[in-house]
């Protein structure tokens, strides 16, 4: 069983930069693809940005390339999501995930979820 809990959401104003953190109590964290996900409110959760558990391939949702980056600490079990130049379209609850398949944009190609935190951009 993976558990995964998200942490670092909060309230920033547009333009401003926020580091989501997702620590993982699993031992074998390397193994994992790495996913985050939003939900706004009143809307479908969607894919942000996924990480493979090693080498430098990564996919992003073009709404957000050139702005987040997707990092990952395998000794740590931890995977950051770097927010930067945030819009008011970015608040949503994110979504920590995990995944034993390939890297996945698709949200049932994770079967696990951590509890998600909020980001409330400001205008």
């Known amino acids: 069983q993976v558990q995964l809990v998200e942490s670092g959401g909060g309230l920033v104003q547009a333009g401003g930069s926020l580091r989501l953190s997702c620590a993982a109590s699993v031992r074998t964290f390397n193994t994992y693809v790495m996913g985050w996900f939003r939900q706004a409110p009143g809307k479908e959760r969607e894919f942000v940005v996924a990480?493979?558990?090693?080498?430098?391939?990564?996919s992003y949702a073009d709404s957000v390339k050139g702005r987040f980056t997707i990092s990952r600490d395998n000794a740590k079990n931890t995977v950051y999501l770097h927010m930067n130049s945030l819009k008011p379209e970015d608040t949503a609850v994110y979504y920590c995930?995990?995944?034993?398949?390939?890297?996945?944009?698709?949200?049932?190609?994770?079967?696990?979820w951590g509890q998600g935190t909020q980001v409330t951009v400001s205008s």
């Open positions: 995930a995990a995944s034993v398949t390939r890297l996945s944009s698709l949200s049932s190609s994770y079967a696990y």
């Open positions: 990480i493979p558990w090693s080498g430098p391939s990564t």
